[in-house]
């Protein structure tokens, strides 16, 4: 599994740099942009994986890995609480079947990232 800083830095920081050469691309909203200060709320595993982390005994390992790796980006301060964030980062993880035959199941490990601006309340 990628590191969530990767995938996270990967997707925004590329998808930036390839909007500025291109004006077909929509614009990414600037409070994600300015933001200073971030939230890091635990939406939590789904269900089918669940079970899974609570056998590894780390039922937030999603959670704390993506905060371990936020924290040593060190892009945003990490805050404890809501209200004194600029952004919501709501991640989630989830592991949907991704192929099925009558041998083995394979699964597609995933995060889910919802930017939310603390302002507004609206997802970015």
């Not at 089918?48 to 609570?54: C, E, P, Q």
Request: with cysteine; hydrophobic share 40%; glycine share 6%.
């Amino acid at each position: 599994m990628r590191g969530a800083k990767e995938v996270f830095c990967g997707a925004l920081l590329c998808g930036a740099l390839f909007a500025q050469g291109q004006t077909k691309n929509a614009p990414i909203p600037t409070q994600i942009l300015s933001a200073k200060k971030v939230f890091i709320s635990n939406v939590g595993p789904d269900a089918g994986v669940t079970a899974t982390f609570k056998r590894l005994d780390q039922p937030k390992q999603p959670y704390d890995r993506f905060y371990a790796e936020m924290k040593t980006w060190d892009r945003y301060e990490l805050v404890s609480s809501p209200s004194e964030a600029d952004l919501v980062f709501e991640i989630g993880f989830s592991a949907p079947i991704s192929d099925c035959d009558p041998k083995i199941t394979t699964y597609a490990p995933q995060y889910k990232l919802s930017i939310v601006d603390v302002k507004t309340h609206f997802t970015l």
